[in-house]
């Protein structure tokens, strides 16, 4: 079961996005400011991460940023969330590597099948890009 790592100061979202990753066979793991992401990333890497951009502590940006400098050979996805939508936000999400962004407000279904994607890539990827 693939473990998705879910990170936003918002407690209705953090539940909304629980519910329902966990609702499509994934377990969940949730972390408030980007502070605790990091640490919780170092300490066990996720299958996945989702989180917001605007948080307390450390934000979504920062968080992105010090993975990719902390684990340069990072495997598993990032999607970013936030309802910024300016150009600069997108510029620096394509910048690094297996990054999406996500417009808020995010639609649960949208946010899963996303997630679908990215795993199946990467089983494709896995088996040298034979189904």
Known sequence: MKKILIVDDEPHMLRVLKFTLERAGYRVATECDGQAGLEHVLADAPDALVSDIRMPRMDGRELVQAI???????????????????????DWVQAIGNVDFL??????????????????????ALEGGHA
């Open 68 to 90: 990719h400098r902390q684990m340069p050979d990072r495997r598993f996805p990032i999607l970013v969330m936030s309802s910024l939508t300016g150009r600069e936000e997108r």
């Open 103 to 124: 417009e808020k407000p995010v639609s649960p279904r949208q946010l899963i099948a996303r997630l679908a994607r990215h795993f199946e890539a990467a089983n494709c």
